[in-house]
Structure formats: structure tokens, C-alpha cells
């Protein structure tokens, strides 16, 4: 599944050409073949969901809406959809 923001993406694009330079050592390629599927694993992704939701959840609790809408468009990205009856 690939990284649905730009900055994974750029990440995985650097990642994948870090494992593809002649230059790097076996370890190395292999690190950063393992970066790049983790970047783009679905692991990551639910991790980032539920780091979302912990932080809208605070944002809801002190009334902050402004960052509550930002929180959501951020889940909305990442193919989660924001509670409701906040």
C-alpha cells in the first residue's frame, strides 16, 4: 500500500534510492528496503490513526475546534473517518 501524504512518500522515494546506490553497504540496502516497506505499511498508517485520535480526543476536551478540524482532515488523508457527537 503506498503513503497516501507527500512526506512519506518523499521518505520512501529517498529510502528507495539510499537502497538502490552502489555506494551503500548490504546492511545498509537492507535497512533501508525495511524503512521503505515500513513507511508505506498499513502498521504505520493505524499507528498515525490512533496517535490522531489521542490528540483530537485532548483537543476536544479543552474546546479547541480549530485543531479539531485540523486533527479530522488529517484522519480524512489517512482514510479514517473522525468520530462525531463530540
Known amino acids: 500500500m503506498p503513503p497516501k501524504d507527500k512526506t ?3 521518505a520512501v522515494d ?3 534510492a539510499a537502497a538502490a ?10 535497512a533501508a528496503a525495511k524503512r521503505a516497506a515500513a513507511l508505506g505499511s498499513p502498521d504505520q498508517n493505524a499507528g498515525m490513526i490512533a ?4 490528540e483530537r480526543r485532548g483537543y476536544v476536551i479543552r474546546g479547541m475546534d480549530d485543531r479539531v ?3 479530522d482532515e488529517q ?3 489517512r482514510g479514517a ?3 462525531t457527537g463530540d
Do not use: F, H, I, N
Not at 546506490?21 to 537492507?30: H, I, K, L, M, Y
Not at 496517535?51 to 489521542?54: F, I, K, R, V
Open 81 to 83: 473517518e473522525p468520530p
Open 21 to 30: 546506490d552502489a555506494s551503500s553497504t548490504e546492511d545498509q540496502r537492507r
Open 51 to 54: 496517535a490522531l485520535l489521542e
Open 75 to 77: 484522519l480524512r488523508l
Open 14 to 16: 529517498k529510502t528507495s
Open 69 to 71: 478540524k485540523q486533527v
Open 8 to 10: 512519506a512518500a518523499s
